[in-house]
T-cell receptor, first 113, second 111 residues
Framework: AQSVTQPDIHITVSEGASLELRCNYS??????LFWYVQSPGQGLQLLLK??????LVQGIKGFEAEFKRSQSSFNLRKPSVHWSDAAEYFC???????????FGRGTSLIVHP | NAGVTQTPKFRVLKTGQSMTLLCAQD?????MYWYRQDPGMGLRLIHY???????AKGEVPDGYNVSRLKKQNFLLGLESAAPSQTSVYFC??????????FGPGTRLTVT
């Protein structure tokens, strides 16, 4: 069965610092990978996705993620965090043959001024 | 283009009451989903649909029913609400297995 692990429940960074959120997956088929962001009181919004091709993908709000098949990882990065990036971040995986994405438990990002 | 909308945004029910949550999407997506989100539990799939007239159970279907009579609408029903169903409910839609588009959520409290 497919699974997604986000090992960090909470991460605290200072504004302007760099950020990396970890995501590891277990999936037999070629995965489709996603990162979503959820601001307080809101629904989830897609940040970026990977289906195939270049393993470094760019998303909205200055985020990027790198797919590493050998490590079964799809970590999210941002070079300089802004206070407005404080939110919950979810990694998800699916495939062309599956109707149902599997979500990680989420990582809560706290940004200190 | 409104995307995914959910009605109502907030609701308080007494134990044993029933209600229906409405999800509507205007993107002509085939797939629609209902999730619940509880602190520390992430998103849990309640039911989903892969097309008009079809529904299927997700991870936590007990106590809920769904219907997809029209492609653009996906209804979630609680026949006899229980305090354990206090949660935030999200609807989502997608074009086959690609990225999901989420609604703003319905915050339900059962007393």
């Amino acid at each position: 069965a497919q699974s997604v692990t986000q090992p960090d429940i909470h991460i605290t960074v200072s504004e302007g610092a760099s950020l990396e959120l970890r995501c590891n997956y277990s999936y037999g088929a070629t995965p489709y990978l996603f990162w979503y962001v959820q601001s307080p009181g809101q629904g989830l919004q897609l940040l970026l996705k990977y289906f195939s091709g270049d393993t470094l993908v760019q998303g909205i709000k200055g985020f990027e993620a790198e797919f590493k098949r050998s490590q079964s990882s799809f970590n999210l990065r941002k070079p300089s965090v802004h206070w407005s990036d404080a939110a919950e971040y979810f990694c998800a995986v699916t495939s062309g043959g599956s109707y149902i994405p599997t979500f990680g438990r989420g990582t809560s990002l706290i940004v200190h001024p | 283009n409104a995307g995914v909308t959910q009605t109502p945004k907030f609701r308080v029910l007494k134990t044993g009451q029933s209600m229906t949550l409405l999800c509507a999407q205007d993107m002509n997506h085939e797939y629609m989903y209902w999730y619940r989100q509880d602190p520390g539990m992430g998103l849990r799939l309640i039911h989903y649909s892969v097309g008009e007239g079809t529904t299927a159970k997700g991870e936590v279907p007990d106590g809920y029913n769904v219907s997809r009579l029209k492609k653009q609408n996906f209804l979630l029903g609680l026949e006899s609400a229980a305090p354990s169903q206090t949660s935030v409910y999200f609807c989502a839609s997608s074009y086959v297995a690609y990225e999901q588009y989420f609604g703003p959520g319905t915050r339900l409290t059962v007393t």
